[in-house]
C-alpha cells in the first residue's frame, strides 16, 4: 500500500511519502526487527516500482492515512 501512495502521489509529494513510510520502517525495526523492518521497505520499493491500476489511488490513500493515524501520529 505504501509503495501505491508513493505512485499515486504527486511528484512534489512522492519524496514526504517515502519519508513517511521510513518513519514507519524505523518502529518495525524497534517493536519486530530489522527482518521485518526490510521485508517493509523490500515491499514498498516493489510496489513503487511497478505499474498498477491507479483507480485503486484513493483507497491506498485513505488505508495509508489510517496506518500514519494509528501509528506515526502520536
Not at 530489522?34 to 511497478?50: E, P
Request: proline share 1%.
Amino acid at each position: 500500500m505504501a509503495g501505491q501512495v508513493v505512485e499515486c502521489s504527486a511528484d512534489t509529494d512522492k519524496q514526504a511519502q517515502i519519508s513517511r513510510a521510513m518513519e514507519l520502517a524505523n518502529l518495525i525495526a524497534v517493536h519486530f526487527g530489522l527482518k521485518a523492518a526490510f521485508t517493509f521497505v523490500g515491499a514498498l520499493g516493489y510496489g513503487s516500482g511497478r505499474p498498477f491500476d491507479k483507480a485503486g489511488c484513493s483507497q491506498a490513500m485513505e488505508g495509508w492515512k489510517q496506518i500514519q493515524a494509528k501509528y506515526l501520529n502520536k
